[in-house]
């Protein structure tokens, strides 16, 4: 005869372990991997870009690279165990930029076109999108 030496956790509390972070982790990936599609794109055409932002080419092609170099390290944190204190950094963060770039925007700091003001509102909206949905994710583990 065996005897049991622990109990097996119910199904319910598996499955919130196991899938009640899927929605933070998704957000984080796909903001990840839009940042990082953003980045690449910027910095390949950051002389045409720059033409129509009002930025230089320079200063499009450092934005376009610190977006690869956060995508990535964003969807290295999506992977790991604790998401959650790192999902609030991320919200937090995301929450930051778009009140500094709409600082930025308002205090005229940036040289920008039309166009540039246009690129960096879309910026900024995609942004709050993800922090949306990443705040969700965080709150659906506490």
Do not use: K
């Not at 119910?10 to 903001?31: K, Y």
């Not at 230089?56 to 390290?73: D, F, H, K, M, Q």
């Not at 944190?77 to 991320?90: H, T």
Request: net charge positive.
């Amino acid at each position: 005869m065996t005897a049991i030496t622990h109990r097996q956790p119910a199904i319910g509390s598996l499955r919130r372990r196991r899938f009640g972070d899927s929605l933070l982790r998704t957000s984080m990936r796909a903001d990840a991997t839009v940042c990082a599609g953003v980045g690449l794109l910027i910095s390949f055409a950051a002389d045409p870009l720059s033409r129509l932002s009002g930025l230089s080419a320079t200063s499009e092609w450092i934005a376009g690279a610190a977006l690869v170099g956060y995508g990535v390290v964003l969807y290295a944190l999506a992977s790991v165990p604790g998401v959650r204190a790192v999902g609030l950094g991320v919200v937090a963060l995301n929450v930051a930029f778009v009140v500094a770039a709409l600082g930025a925007l308002a205090a005229g700091l940036l040289p920008l076109t039309p166009a540039g003001v246009a690129m960096v509102l879309a910026i900024v909206a995609a942004t709050l999108g993800f922090a949306y949905l990443q705040y969700l994710g965080v709150r659906r583990l506490a």
